[in-house]
């Protein structure tokens, strides 16, 4: 069962109850029209009208909370759906001479149904207006929270730290946590030869690409310029530094071009992966700040 049927379910009952009864009370007070008396052009257009109207409440109901607006805009359908209803039954039914009922039964919940849906829609507006308001100071929170990065969509050092403490005492070192480092080998040079921008856009792309290689539950952050850092709960050693090499894999073969000319740039990181111990945040962090140089010293080396 669809979900915005279990909760609107008392409102469509009650829609489908009243349409009932509609139908019923024209079958009691009329009779059929024989075949050759119906306008199929009127069966379609307010027989089509009616549908249209029913599959915009059941949109709206499933896209929609419960609350005062929803059931201005439903109750407004709803009516709409009941005239044009009404419309249509009686291309099929004809009722005697004298009963003018119909017109009424036609008229009012058309009339009604209009003016709630237009209230409905003014409160809907408004509902709008409030939640991009909210989205706007959200955003600037974000900016100007001293715990989030102004380039990337990731948080800093003073969270991960504040995360790694959390996160240790949660597991109370019932299962490992490890971290990972990656640092960009050579990212200055790319500075110097594209500009600040383009770094910019080359460390913007690989926080992307990194986040879509970890899994839900891990954490990245960015420790400082070209350094990410990934917050592993539930990790030991030796599956940390197998992310870490698949880390460096997907940024060796990602294809990042230069958002000027297009030039294809090969991107390479070092990798570092430690396992929490009985240690402090900041202590843990050192530690992997250690890694990381001895990580480094070979390719120190070799240049
Ligand atoms: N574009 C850009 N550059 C940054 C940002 N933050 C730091 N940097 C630069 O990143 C560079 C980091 O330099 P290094 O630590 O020497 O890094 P590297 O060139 O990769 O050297 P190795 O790590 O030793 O391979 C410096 O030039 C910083 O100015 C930033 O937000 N945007």
């Known amino acids: 069962m669809p979900s915005f049927l279990r909760l609107h379910t008392a409102k469509l009952?009650?829609?489908?109850?009243?349409?009932n009864s509609l139908l019923l009370l024209y079958l009691g007070a009329?009779?059929?029209?024989?075949?050759?008396?119906?306008?199929?052009?009127?069966?379609?257009?307010?027989?089509?009208a009616a549908v249209l109207v029913f599959v915009w409440l059941c949109l709206i109901l499933n896209s929609r909370p419960a609350g005062r607006i929803t059931t201005l805009l439903s109750l407004g359908l709803g009516l709409m759906f009941v005239a044009w209803w009404v419309d249509a039954l009686d291309e099929f039914i004809?009722?005697?001479?004298?009963?003018?009922?119909?017109?009424?039964?036609?008229?009012l919940p058309m009339a009604s149904g209009l003016l709630l849906l237009t209230y409905g829609l003014f409160h809907w507006h408004h509902e709008q207006l409030a939640i991009s308001g909210q989205l706007q100071k959200r955003e600037r929170l974000l900016r100007e929270h001293r715990y989030f990065d102004h380039l990337t969509p990731l948080s800093g050092a003073d969270y991960l730290r504040q995360q790694i403490a959390q996160c240790q005492?949660?597991?109370?070192?019932?299962?490992?946590?490890?971290?990972?480092?990656?640092?960009?080998?050579?990212?200055?040079?790319?500075?110097?030869?594209?500009g600040h921008r383009e770094g910019d856009a080359?460390?913007?792309?690989?926080?992307?690409?990194?986040?879509?290689?970890?899994?839900?539950?891990?954490?990245?952050?960015?420790?400082?310029?070209?350094r990410f850092?990934?917050?592993?709960?539930?990790?030991?050693?030796?599956?940390?530094?197998?992310l870490a090499r698949d880390l460096a894999d997907a940024l060796r073969h990602f294809a990042y071009h230069t958002q000027q000319h297009?030039?294809?740039?090969?991107?390479?990181?070092?990798?570092?992966?430690?396992?929490?111990?009985?240690?402090?945040?900041?202590?843990?962090?050192?530690?992997?700040?250690?890694?990381?140089?001895r990580a480094r010293q070979p390719l120190a080396l070799q240049a």
């Open 13 to 19: 009952l009650a829609l489908l109850l009243v349409a």
């Open 30 to 48: 009329g009779e059929w029209k024989p075949t050759e008396q119906w306008s199929w052009a009127d069966i379609a257009g307010e027989g089509g």
């Open 94 to 107: 004809q009722l005697p001479e004298g009963i003018n009922w119909d017109h009424w039964l036609e008229s």
């Open 169 to 194: 005492q949660a597991q109370q070192g019932a299962t490992p946590v490890s971290l990972v480092a990656l640092d960009l080998d050579g990212f200055d040079s790319i500075n110097q030869r594209f």
């Open 202 to 226: 080359v460390l913007q792309a690989v926080s992307q690409l990194i986040l879509l290689n970890l899994r839900n539950q891990d954490l990245l952050c960015r420790l400082a310029g070209d």
């Open 229 to 242: 850092v990934a917050l592993l709960p539930g990790t030991g050693e030796t599956q940390a530094g197998q």
């Open 262 to 293: 297009g030039e294809r740039l090969q991107l390479n990181a070092t990798t570092a992966v430690v396992m929490a111990m009985n240690e402090s945040p900041e202590d843990l962090l050192q530690r992997l700040q250690l890694a990381l140089c």
